[in-house]
């Protein structure tokens, strides 16, 4: 019998970016003023993190606290990422200074050991966005003090089920609520995003796309539009219905529109797909298994907005 292997062949194109730059790229399409707070190694990557995203943006400052600069590979739709962890537990004080002094701070992913770090972060600035990443959702535990410090957790359907243990959003955000005694969190999926709001269900159905061009990324446009949209006095069902119509032109490949107005007027003519806002008489809960998670060294990204 002959054996043959077939080779795909594969492009290699390099990118600066992660979430905290497509949050920050979200906010200032929005004509938000945002200020980018970027943790690098002393390499050459790192020079390059520098070199490039420092002209992009202006406020931008960078912290060598890390051992080497964090590196991601993305295959298709998903994103592997190799995350080096933290030298301290101690914010850098520029960085302290800056979040206590922004109108809301968007906490980026951090090492799910960086646990004191990120709890830092969280009680430094008045008002607070967690963006988890899953190493992070991985330690329950560690998990649920953070939301309960955090004004708003966003995560995807994916991130929701990893921390709950549930396969449908809104039992996820029940059982997140009952642990962290009703703290606000949006979960965000393909239908659309759905959020605990203190003591109501929010909901903004997503924007119906026959043809998506890209996914990556979408939350991020999601969460930085949310956030400006909401900054700028929206109502958070308002802001969230903006951070939709934000990333559904990301996943259409339509360049970014400029506030909410834009973002408005472009929606009111688009198809919205159905989705369920409300909570059930009697939640389902669909326990699995979570996956294994091996505990690797993770990177931390830091990013806030300072609006007048």
């Not at 006095?233 to 990301?250: K, L, V």
Request: net charge neutral; with cysteine.
């Amino acid at each position: 019998m002959n054996n043959t292997t077939t080779k795909a062949t594969c492009t290699m194109h390099e990118q600066l970016g992660g979430a905290p730059v497509g949050v920050s790229r979200a906010i200032a399409a929005c004509s938000g003023r945002v200020a980018l707070h970027f943790m690098i190694g002393d390499d050459k990557l790192g020079e390059q993190v520098v070199d490039e995203l420092g002209d992009e943006f202006r406020a931008a400052q960078f912290h060598r606290c890390l051992p080497a600069t964090r590196r991601s590979v993305v295959i298709g739709e998903r994103v592997y990422t190799t995350r080096p962890t933290l030298r301290s537990q101690v914010l850098p004080p520029a960085l302290h200074q800056a979040l206590a002094s922004s109108e809301l701070a968007i906490i980026g992913p951090l090492s799910a050991t960086d646990e004191p770090f990120t709890a830092a972060a969280l009680r430094a600035a008045r008002t607070t966005i967690w963006m988890p990443s899953a190493q992070q959702l991985g330690d329950r535990d560690s998990a649920v003090r953070m939301m309960g410090l955090a004004t708003v957790t966003i995560v995807n359907d994916q991130e929701a089920a990893l921390l709950s243990g549930c396969d449908d959003p809104i039992d996820a955000i029940c059982l997140c609520r009952d642990w962290t005694a009703g703290a606000k969190m949006i979960v965000t999926s393909r239908t659309g995003a759905l959020a605990w709001w203190g003591d109501t269900w929010l909901s903004a159905p997503a924007l119906a796309i026959p043809s998506p061009m890209r996914t990556i990324g979408a939350g991020d446009c999601f969460a930085g539009v949310f956030a400006s949209a909401w900054l700028d006095g929206q109502s958070p069902e308002e802001a969230m219905q903006c951070g939709q119509t934000a990333a559904a032109r990301h996943v259409m490949g339509l360049a970014p529109l400029d506030g909410v107005n834009a973002l408005q007027g472009w929606a009111a003519g688009q198809q919205k797909v159905s989705l369920r806002a409300t909570e059930p008489a009697v939640a389902t809960i669909h326990w699995k298994r979570a996956a294994g998670l091996v505990a690797a060294s993770v990177a931390v990204s830091l990013f806030f907005l300072a609006t007048n």
